[in-house]
């Protein structure tokens, strides 16, 4: 079956750094967009970033700078988060978007990432 495997999340003090992992596991599926989104508390999901298949990278305003989104292969994507601020704080999930009998989505189970003192 199609999966999305998550890691990295956890517990970091202000200026620090955590690298959120996302990689698809099966086969039978043409991924064209892999990224994160994230939801903090009492507010909306937003997009952080995302990367097309063709290697255009979008990132949110707040994080333009700080967080770097790459990839190894078409079905793995790193996020890199660096000067981490405490409003950074949520539950982020990884969000793939491609074919496999017409248009599929897959979203990860979410990873919590804190970052506080």
């Known amino acids: 079956q199609v999966q999305l495997v998550e890691s990295g999340g956890g517990l970091v003090q202000p200026g620090g750094s955590l690298r959120l992992s996302c990689a698809v596991s099966g086969s039978f599926f043409a991924v064209n967009v892999m990224g994160w989104y994230r939801q903090a508390p009492g507010k909306e999901r937003e997009l952080v970033a995302s990367?097309?298949?063709?290697?255009?990278t979008n990132y949110a305003n707040s994080v333009k700078g700080r967080f770097t989104l790459s990839r190894d292969n078409a079905k793995s994507v790193y996020l890199q988060m660096n000067n981490l601020k405490p409003e950074d704080t949520a539950v982020y999930y990884c969000?793939?978007?491609?074919?496999?009998?017409?248009?599929?989505?897959?979203w990860g189970q979410g990873l919590l990432v804190t970052v506080s003192s």
């Open positions: 990367i097309t298949r063709a290697g255009k």
């Open positions: 969000n793939v978007q491609g074919v496999r009998e017409g248009y599929f989505e897959l």
